[in-house]
């Protein structure tokens, strides 16, 4: 079973406070995403990552960051929260064998105030 | 511009018949399609997946239909359960980076 833990699992915070949500795996797996639910949008991509330092772009990348210094670990953060960043944010892994599966996380719901 | 869509946020079934989720895609860049299903409370699971060189597969009650020349994808579930219940994503992954996106859900309610 891939093995994937994200950190914290809630948080509530203020407005322009930094916020950083971390996705840990164990599986020494390439591709790593991040990504937000929001009722009416479903699951929208925030940034993902391709190997240690390789990062790009996803949907809604605007007011987010990422960093990926080890193959284990792809942190989130958020420089300046606001509360339109309230939402669940999901990790993903890019499962092996090529065909696009990713396993998630369960989820870190966080509420900016 | 959404390149991924769902275009019925809700679909209701009886318990036993077929259930049918679309999904419609403007890219040709991809090449895999997925489906996922959530529960409330829980990360997405995978369900069914199918390359961009097949047009069906089949995974028990759940068959993934590719209709490239529509950009078009549907998940049929036959039978419904009530434990399918649930909001189900199609997903494309773009061929040459790995990018992975989804579109909007559609909730399932399968009626016993």
């Known amino acids: 079973d891939a093995g994937i833990t994200q950190s914290p699992r809630h948080k509530v915070t203020e407005t322009g406070t930094p916020v950083t949500l971390r996705c840990h795996q164990t599986e020494n797996h390439r591709y790593m995403y991040w990504y937000r639910q929001d009722p009416g949008h479903g699951l929208r991509l925030i940034h993902y990552?391709?190997?240690?330092?390789?990062?790009d772009k996803g949907e809604v990348s605007d007011g987010y960051s990422v960093s990926r210094s080890k193959t284990e670990d792809f942190l989130l953060t958020l420089e300046s929260a606001t509360s339109s960043q309230t939402s669940v944010y999901f990790c993903?892994?890019?499962?092996?064998?090529?065909?696009?599966?990713?396993?998630f996380g369960e989820g870190s719901r966080l509420t900016v105030l | 511009d959404q390149q991924v869509k769902q275009n019925s946020p809700s679909l209701s079934v009886q318990e036993g018949r077929i259930s049918i989720l679309n999904c419609d895609y403007t890219?040709?860049?991809?090449?895999?399609f997925l489906w996922y299903k959530k529960y409330p409370a829980e990360g997405p699971t995978f369900l069914i997946s199918i390359s961009s060189i097949k047009d069906k597969n089949e995974d028990g009650r759940f068959t993934v239909f590719l209709n490239k020349s529509a950009k078009h994808l549907s998940l049929h579930i036959v039978p419904s359960q009530p434990g399918d219940s649930a909001v189900y994503f199609c997903?494309?992954?773009?061929?040459?980076?790995?990018?992975?996106?989804f579109g909007q859900g559609t909730t399932l309610q399968v009626k016993p």
């Open positions: 993903a892994i890019g499962l092996a064998g090529d065909t696009g599966e990713l396993f």
């Open positions: 997903g494309v992954r773009w061929s040459n980076t790995g990018k992975l996106i």
């Open positions: 990552s391709y190997g240690v330092k390789d990062t």
């Open positions: 890219n040709s860049m991809f090449d895999y």
